[in-house]
């Protein structure tokens, strides 16, 4: 299995903070990696598809980049709203296989 | 827009077999280019992808539970479901349906899920 990891596993941050998440995955996965966002009790949610692309009605203070085995989602200037956690997924090879995800909390 | 919602009990007992529906409402289940997904999530843990189904049958299924796993689609009843089989006090999570987008690429991941359903194993 592909194993993603998530650096930090938690960060806390203020509103208006540029805030970055780290995701490698254990072999090369092209451009095949997706990033969720997860809020206590409810379901995850795409976020970025295909590294780099912008799910439709999502900010575009988040952004996505990377390419092979590291990966970076970036929220430009952190919103209330934002406060969840963070979860990267490898659609590249079966199993697919989730990162442990990060923790954005308020400082 | 196309919404999921998951169906079934919420305690199975130890050994028996977890049963559990998807509903597809605001759109079909036959259209092309998606497959109907399970996923679990351990209480305060991380995502499992316990696999998925194309409309037409094809089935994928994550190694760590293919033995114990069977999805199988009712386009019909525009629904798809997952059986786990001799199930203990590990297999208890909110399960959650998911479609997965193969997108141009055909690895576009999961679009759009349904709000999960609590399954507790206890006797």
């Known amino acids: 299995d592909i194993q993603m990891t998530q650096s930090p596993s938690s960060l806390s941050a203020s509103v208006g903070d540029r805030v970055t998440i780290t995701c490698r995955a254990s072999?090369?996965?092209?451009?095949?990696l997706g990033w969720y966002q997860q809020k206590p009790g409810k379901a995850p949610k795409r976020l970025i598809y295909?590294?780099?692309n912008l799910q439709s009605g999502v900010p575009s203070r988040f952004s996505g980049s990377g390419s092979g085995t590291e990966f970076t989602l970036t929220i430009s200037s952190l919103q209330p709203e934002d406060f969840a956690t963070y979860y990267c997924?490898?659609?590249?090879?079966?199993?697919?296989?989730f990162g442990p995800g990060t923790k954005v909390d308020i400082k | 827009q196309v919404q999921l919602q998951e169906s079934g009990p919420g305690l199975v007992k130890p050994s028996q077999t977890l049963s559990l529906t998807c509903t597809v409402s605001?759109?079909?289940?036959?259209?092309?280019?998606?497959?109907w997904s399970w996923i679990r999530q351990h209480p305060g843990k991380g995502l499992e992808w316990i696999g998925y189904?194309?409309?037409?049958?094809?089935?994928y299924y994550n190694p760590s539970l293919k033995s114990r796993v069977t999805i199988s689609v009712d386009t019909s009843k525009n629904q798809f479901s997952l059986k786990l089989r001799s199930v203990t006090d590990a297999d208890t999570a909110v399960y959650y349906c998911?479609?997965?987008?193969?997108?141009?690429?055909?690895?576009?991941?999961?679009?759009?899920w349904g709000q999960g359903t609590m399954v507790t194993v206890s006797s």
């Open positions: 998911a479609r997965y987008d193969v997108g141009a690429e055909g690895n576009d991941g999961f679009d759009i």
């Open positions: 605001g759109g079909s289940i036959s259209m092309g280019g998606y497959y």
């Open positions: 189904i194309y409309y037409s049958g094809s089935t």
């Open positions: 072999q090369g996965i092209r451009n095949d």
């Open positions: 295909a590294a780099s």
């Open positions: 997924l490898q659609p590249n090879t079966y199993p697919f296989t």
